[in-house]
């Protein structure tokens, strides 16, 4: 079983949709969560950062995270072709090192 | 530009040459990673350096494989006697010591095709 679970997809919603994305994880020892958005054949950038447990909000863009279910989420409102992207979560190892989900392939229909 | 750089973004090569990628970090950053990305799924850690110590290789990282930070600035990962199975997206990311997982960055990443 993988440390990082998530549901390759691919997702395809119409524009102006709310996208909820997840990753299931099962190391407890993670602390910090990360949202990346990778477009195709280009390198991950960071979207969005949880530290511990909690809500967090960023314009369109909402992590989510519950320790106790090992269990995180990323929410876009307002959806925009634009956002067509694979989403990859992350958690620290430490000293940075970052394992990551399998990525969900998302598709904004206009 | 400012951000991590890698060459060559693209490199196809026959099965059982040798390659290079080299990774410029973002100047103040002492450490450095290699990830490996395959087709339809998610990076997974090779190795990084802080400064120019190696201080940790993941298993994926066979005997094939090897990088170097000379000093302690670029980075360069060869593989030798490449197999089709090397094929993938090899992407470097840089950061700093005393900061979590959230402030490191990744290159756009070399491409790497083995006929």
């Known amino acids: 079983q993988k440390e990082v679970e998530q549901d390759p997809g691919p997702l395809s919603v119409p524009e102006g949709a709310i996208v909820s994305l997840n990753c299931t994880y099962s190391n407890s020892a993670f602390q910090y969560f990360m949202w990346y958005r990778q477009y195709s054949r280009k390198g991950p950038e960071l979207l969005m950062y949880t530290y511990s447990s909690g809500n967090k909000e960023d314009g369109r863009f909402t992590a989510q995270v519950d320790k106790s279910s090992k269990y995180i989420s990323l929410f876009i409102r307002d959806s925009q072709p634009s956002d067509s992207a694979t989403y990859l979560c992350a958690m620290d190892q430490g000293a940075q090192k970052l394992v990551f989900g399998q990525g969900t392939r998302l598709t904004i229909n206009p | 530009d400012t951000g991590v750089s890698q060459d060559p973004r693209h490199k196809i090569t026959k099965r059982g040459q040798n390659v290079t990628f080299r990774c410029d970090p973002i100047s103040e950053h002492n450490r450095l990673y290699w990830y490996r990305q395959t087709l339809g799924q998610g990076p997974e850690f090779l190795t990084y350096?802080?400064?120019?110590?190696?201080?940790?290789k993941s298993r994926l990282l066979s005997d094939r494989f090897s990088a170097e930070r000379p000093k302690g600035s670029f980075s360069t990962l060869e593989i030798q006697r490449t197999e089709q199975g090397d094929s993938a997206m090899y992407l470097c990311?840089?950061?700093?010591?005393?900061?979590?997982?959230?402030?490191?960055?990744f290159g756009e990443g070399s491409w790497l095709t083995v006929v």
């Open positions: 990311a840089s950061g700093r010591t005393g900061t979590a997982g959230n402030t490191i960055y």
């Open positions: 350096f802080q400064n120019e110590a190696q201080l940790e």
